[in-house]
């Protein structure tokens, strides 16, 4: 009876200690990236990744300057000081398209602030045309030219060219530059080619407005997280070294995941007794243990 309960006992001991062992064997996936698995979703923006995080993605998730909002569904973005609203994001192309909020409704912003991109992260592409606005300029004496119009503000007066060389206004547009240069404030923003030609064939603020509304776009170069992705990587930022990083399931690397050859195994997976392994031990103990009792 001894040896029977102490059998019983013993195969009881080995049941608990290799279910439990393997679980601390198996670690589970690095937390980083599990969260950089999540997709940021936002009203008819869905399933945008690195190099943009937001809502319930974490930051080291993205680039730092590249943080997505929702607000009611509309999806934003601010980049150096100003907001955009998200008008889409396409990531095969790697096109992020914005339209600036400040110009949402009026030509007027309570700040005046150059659109500007982020060198090495955000460009510009070649479908990108600046459009200059002035402001705080003479209300009277402004030059009549074609590709331009002037529009009162609340408390000063603005101006905008729908051409960046002046020189496009003839020769020697002496009273235009001059009117300009007593201007206080310019600004540029850009607009797609499509709405500067409109804003060219009728240059009022209707139609500047139109044009601003449409948006433009930015590019990102995201080679990088191509290489990690095809190693099983998560892509994400170090915000330490403020570096790329490429999360993989056991711990982060710089580029890429390291992937292993075909066929081979892990350390961990070699050390850890499978369940069937354990279940033939757990019965060869009890037979062998039975044996022995009998004989005894």
């Given amino acids: 009876m001894q040896h029977h309960l102490f059998a019983t006992r013993f195969i009881i001991f080995l049941i608990i200690t290799f279910v439990h062992v393997p679980s601390s064997a198996f670690a589970n996936d690095d937390e980083r990236y599990v969260n950089c698995g999540k997709l940021f979703d936002c009203g008819d923006i869905k399933g945008v990744g690195y190099p943009f995080s937001g809502s319930d993605t974490p930051d080291y998730c993205g680039h730092p300057e590249l943080k997505l909002d929702c607000s009611d569904q509309d999806p934003e973005i601010t980049i150096q000081k100003l907001t955009y609203k998200v008008l889409g ?12 909020k400040d110009y949402a409704e009026n ?3 309570t700040l005046l602030l150059n659109t500007t991109w982020i ?31 002037q529009f009162p503000c609340t408390a000063m007066t603005g101006y905008f060219t729908a051409v960046s060389d002046l020189s496009a206004f003839g020769s020697f547009p002496s009273n235009l530059i001059s009117y300009l240069a007593s201007c206080n404030d310019s600004i540029e923003v850009p607009v797609r080619e499509s709405a500067l030609q409109k804003i060219v064939s009728a240059p009022t603020v209707t139609q500047l407005l139109e044009g601003l509304n449409e948006g433009f776009d930015f590019v990102w170069n995201d080679s990088l ?34 992937q292993s050859p075909p066929g081979a195994q892990s350390p961990t997976a070699a050390q850890s007794p499978s369940m069937s392994s354990c279940l033939l031990l757990f019965f060869s103990a009890g037979v062998t243990l039975e044996v022995n009792r009998k004989t005894a």
């Fill in 89 to 100: 994001i396409n990531n095969q192309s790697r096109a992020l398209s914005v339209a600036r």
């Fill in 107 to 109: 030509i007027c912003p």
């Fill in 119 to 149: 060198p090495n992260l955000l460009n510009y592409t070649s479908d990108d045309h600046n459009i200059t606005i002035y402001y705080g300029c003479p209300a009277q004496g402004a030059p009549s030219f074609a590709n331009s119009s």
């Fill in 225 to 258: 997280c191509v290489t990690c992705k095809a190693s099983g990587g998560q892509c994400g930022y170090n915000q330490n070294t403020a570096a790329f990083s490429c999360y993989c399931k056991d711990q982060p690397r710089e580029f890429s995941c390291q």
